[in-house]
């Protein structure tokens, strides 16, 4: 869509006020101002209005902007005489005409800033995102150019010649993935941070920028404007130059914002308007090169960094007014030009329908196929192919240009605003069905310890609420061994309950922004993180976060930053606390909740951390450090024991590994237990070569033989690993179930997390990744 209607206006016949207003029998609506004023105030009320009603049946808020458009337009109250004369007069379009463009054009700019460019390139989800976005939209492109071939071609098909740029146009309009509109989508939905989010923002970035470059060669093919002419080269040389200028400028530019701005503070209005007025700036400078106006804000939005503070700042204070109204404005503008009483050509409203469920059905087939060919579930195929057919506020501002064009008729203006509609409300409504939104953060990929490779980097993300969890899991990481075949990347993370604010806030303290006025509140915690990462400089690096929240939101801050980081591994402080004489002196049921949610919701393994040792000044690893591993049986005492074994590769490390088995044992065949077999077996093997293995099995016949043996090895360890789950039929755990106080450890954490155990021993329960069934 480019901005080249000109309208002349005579300066002198614009109504800016009324003379003497209601007081001198004036009429308010015949002068300019309080007209638009007022017009704005009905499109709202009945927009907002409508939204409260359909929202209660899970309908995206395009579907109230169409059909308060509808109302006003001639189907309903524009058949009321003197209406639209009156309060929505010809003369008053361009208004609101510039009103929605101007929002329409920060629309575009803050669903730049909002996206990261990096995920399309990083990530497990990269192949399958390259795989959906380049063919998603070349197989409809090639399908609508077959449609467009045959309507030219063949006569049987009955298409008029005047009909053929409509057709044109909707396949055009059709084959898009309008990145603003799928992220909305995302964003309504609440699963942008999600996997299937990740996979869904990657791919329709490739599309996007596909299906635009082939919608521009389409365009200068029907316009016969080759590179003879010189009008393409231009425009992209114009375009190539203008993408130069914001990596040049603009994106140094935001750095340098970023740190004038103190820690946990916005960013000064000063910068605000001076990106806003670069926003239009853009819109002038890439319309003016002969290219679609939009990519000018939405390359300078991709330009700035999302995130606090910069981009949130931003997000705050430019989405209210350019989303929450003057791009509905737009939408609802484009509505009242519809008219559902004049259909008079049926049989080619019907083949508008077919031409659209043909190039749908093109774009839904070409999504689902290489997403299940990559292996991404059937359900979670499905509801990113539903997601990237949806269309909203994009196609409405093209189909509206087509009818200024006088492209489109009033009847085809009027099919493809209610397919907008109705596609709308289909897809949203198709993906909440589809969904499982208790398992937002689970991924399709392994990202555990046992699966990872022998030399690979091991990342973990800690949490941290006191100094003396810093203290202890301090001692963790410096037990996994972290060396320059195997580098470990820490990601700390210092969760605050929120006070005194109305927003979360997260800090991430690698943007180099200046330290706020009343000093950070996690500065001990840094700057304990910052020494023990010059203490193992090249082999361990490490990021800095401080999430502010809810307690109750707190988990989505580490899930989220889990997942966006790629962590194997994320470690929770136990929501008990001992002093120095083994005295219980802190239960936070607070933080005991947002352990269980994490575990509930993790993208990638969890291990609770419960420290009794005394609190005391880091020291460097001592000559030995005992480890132990209590082995049942499943998926998570395998990555207790692989968490174990990686600890093993250091020579202060002594590692213990105990097999529980039954009295009786009985033949098993599941898959899972012969994944135990093989890695108990591995594990023997090591132990043959290295001395500082050991391992040994323990015959039970009950789970009080077991809780025996278990506490005797109090005294004997430094560090007990277990997983939290184990195969509900074992022998070893019979009656231990009965007797738990807290279930979110299992049988054996609970048991080594007793209030009353006073021994120096700390004990790591670990959950293996859950990963969603194929």
Not at 321 to 350: H, I, Q, R
Not at 528 to 543: D, E, K, N
């Amino acid at each position: 869509m480019a901005v080249n209607d000109t309208c002349f206006v005579d300066p002198s016949a614009i109504n800016i006020h009324t003379n003497g207003g209601v007081w001198n029998q004036g009429n308010i609506l015949s002068s300019t101002l309080p007209r638009l004023q007022l017009q704005l105030a009905i499109i709202f009320v009945l927009t907002q209005s409508l939204h409260v009603l359909l929202m209660r049946m899970h309908l995206p808020r395009i579907c109230s902007e169409i059909l308060a458009g509808i109302i006003l337009g001639p189907t309903v109250l524009g058949n009321i005489p003197n209406f639209t004369e009156t309060l929505f007069p010809r003369e008053g379009d361009i208004y609101i005409d510039i009103l929605s463009k101007i929002g329409y054009s920060f629309f575009i700019f803050l669903s730049g800033v909002k996206m990261d460019p990096r995920l399309v390139w990083t990530g497990s989800a990269s192949l399958t995102a390259w795989s959906v976005g380049i063919l998603a939209p070349l197989i409809p492109f090639a399908g609508g150019s077959a449609i467009v071939l045959m309507c030219k071609t063949n006569a049987s098909l009955n298409v008029h010649r005047y009909h053929i740029p409509a057709v044109r146009s909707i396949i055009s309009t059709n084959i898009l993935f309008p990145f603003p509109v799928i992220a909305s989508l995302l964003i309504d939905l609440k699963i942008i941070n999600s996997e299937l989010g990740r996979l869904t923002l990657a791919s329709t970035l490739i599309s996007d920028l596909i299906s635009n470059f082939l919608a521009t060669i389409a365009s200068n093919i029907k316009m016969g404007s080759g590179w003879r002419d010189g009008i393409t080269a231009s425009s992209v040389i114009l375009l190539v130059a203008w993408c130069f200028l914001i990596v040049a400028s603009a994106e140094p530019f935001a750095h340098w914002i970023i740190k004038q701005t103190p820690e946990g503070k916005p960013v000064h209005r000063v910068y605000i308007i001076i990106i806003s007025g670069a926003v239009l700036l853009a819109v002038i400078l890439t319309d003016n090169a002969g290219v679609n106006f939009l990519y000018g804000p939405f390359l300078l939005g991709l330009a700035l960094p999302d995130g606090p503070p910069l981009g949130s700042t931003l997000v705050d204070k430019l989405e209210t007014l350019a989303c929450g109204m003057l791009t509905p404005l737009l939408v609802t503008y484009c509505s009242m030009k519809v008219n559902l009483t004049v259909l008079y050509d049926l049989e080619w409203v019907w083949r508008v329908w077919a031409l659209i469920a043909v190039c749908l059905t093109l774009k839904f087939a070409a999504i689902l196929f290489p997403a299940l060919v990559c292996k991404v579930p059937i359900k979670d195929a499905l509801a990113l192919s539903f997601v990237m057919c949806t269309q909203g506020v994009v196609q409405m501002a093209f189909y509206f240009t087509f009818a200024i064009a006088q492209i489109f008729d009033g009847e085809t203006l009027t099919t493809v605003t209610a397919s907008v509609l109705l596609i709308a409300a289909g897809t949203q409504l198709s993906v909440m069905s589809l969904y499982d939104y208790s398992r937002i953060y689970t991924g399709y990929h392994k990202r555990d310890i046992e699966h990872i490779h022998y030399n690979a980097e091991l990342r973990v993300l800690t949490c941290t609420h006191r100094l003396d969890d810093v203290l202890a899991v301090r001692r963790i990481l410096e037990s996994s061994f972290p060396n320059k075949e195997s580098p470990l990347a820490v990601y700390a993370v210092n969760l605050v309950e929120l006070v005194g604010r109305a927003s979360p806030l997260l800090i991430d303290h690698q943007l180099g922004q200046k330290a706020s006025s009343g000093g950070s509140r996690s500065q001990k915690i840094i700057e304990f993180f910052r020494s023990f990462q010059q203490q193992y400089s090249g082999l361990v690096s490490v990021q800095l976060f401080t999430a502010m929240s809810l307690p109750r939101f707190m988990h989505h801050d580490v899930c989220s930053l889990a997942f966006d980081k790629l962590a194997s591994l994320i470690i929770l402080p136990f929501h008990r606390k001992w002093n120095q004489q083994g005295k219980l002196i802190l239960d936070n049921s607070s933080l005991r909740i947002i352990n269980c949610s994490v575990y509930d919701m993790a993208p990638c393994s969890v291990g609770i951390l419960v420290d009794r040792h005394k609190i005391k000044r880091p020291s460097p690893l001592s000559l030995i450090y005992s480890v132990a591993v209590i082995f049942i049986g499943g998926a998570d005492d395998r990555e207790a024991l692989a968490y174990g074994k990686r600890m093993a590769r250091s020579p202060g490390i002594h590692l213990t590994v105990i097999r529980f088995i039954p009295w009786d044992p009985m033949s098993e065949i599941q898959w899972d237990a012969v994944l135990d077999a093989e890695l108990l077996k591995d594990t023997r093997l090591q132990g043959t070569h290295q001395d500082n293995i050991v391992y040994r099995e323990e015959k039970v016949k009950d789970g009080a033989e077991t809780a025996l043996q278990v506490h005797a090895m109090e005294e004997a360890f430094d560090l007990i690993m277990v997983g939290r789950r184990h195969r509900e039929e074992s022998p070893q755990l019979l009656g231990l179930n009965e007797w738990i106080e807290l279930p979110e450890l299992g049988p054996i954490g609970d048991m080594l997390a007793a209030s009353d155990i006073n021994k120096p021993v700390s004990v790591l329960v670990v959950q293996q990744q859950i990963v969603r069934k194929r």
